[in-house]
């Protein structure tokens, strides 16, 4: 029932789809309040079945500014037949940030690794997870993780200059899922194992910008540099 066979309505539901050929789809993004976390997020959708899909959703600083790094917020809302999903900052499995997640019972786990091969990726200790207090969960239909990334947003690609995500802008990205789970799921540094995908499209983040992100961060029991109050003398608050 998965996939291909239902890509034709599915994908009149959402804007890109699992089983299809890889594709890239590039618009604003929806705008999603999370009454549970606060949060604004730009949401892209992608069609998992006829009746179910895959939320990927950003939330950034309204103070981010291109050529800067900034802490973004990310979170992750997949059906539970999938055992793990990943997103590649940079819309390539090498040599950009990946962040990785799965159920792990009633709880979730998630990590960034690195890869510079088509095989088994690193853990990547140049990104800093917090989970948040609020938005990590699995039920009888879902699973999603809700985590801060300092270090998602600005890497040194494969020449070893850096890129930036564009805070007012699209960024390229790719969203990968696995049926299979990972080894050990209650480790969040486990091996996985080979996924489906890619699929490509390009996330609009303006929508997922929050003046009061730091606050918001810090309500959901984390820390953050990345404050995004709108300055009123001039600097953004530390
Ligand atoms: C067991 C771990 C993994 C293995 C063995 C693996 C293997 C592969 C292989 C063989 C391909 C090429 C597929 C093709 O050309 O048809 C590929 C592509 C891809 N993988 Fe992985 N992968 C792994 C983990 C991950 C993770 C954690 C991510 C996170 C997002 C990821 C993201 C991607 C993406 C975006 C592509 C397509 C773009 C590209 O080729 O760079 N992979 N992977």
Known sequence: MLFSSCFVAASALVGSAFGAPAQHSERAAAVVYDSETGFTFAEHKVAYTLSASIAVRVAVPSSAQAGQPYDAVFQIIVPNQ?????????GSMVYNPLLVGWANGQQTQASTRWA??????????????QKLTA??????????????????TSYQGRTGSTTTLNPKG????????????????SNANSNLVMHEGPIYWTQSFPEGANANFGELVRRNGGTTTSDGEVPTNGSVKA
């Open 170 to 185: 699209g960024n390229r990205m790719a969203l990968v899922i696995s049926n299979g789970k990972p080894q050990q799921p």
């Open 82 to 90: 999938v055992g793990w999903a990943g997103i590649a900052m940079g």
């Open 116 to 129: 510079t091969a088509h095989a088994q990726p690193q853990i990547y200790n140049n990104a800093q997870l």
């Open 135 to 152: 938005g990590n969960r699995a039920n009888g239909t879902h699973w999603q993780f809700t985590v801060k990334c300092t270090g998602c």
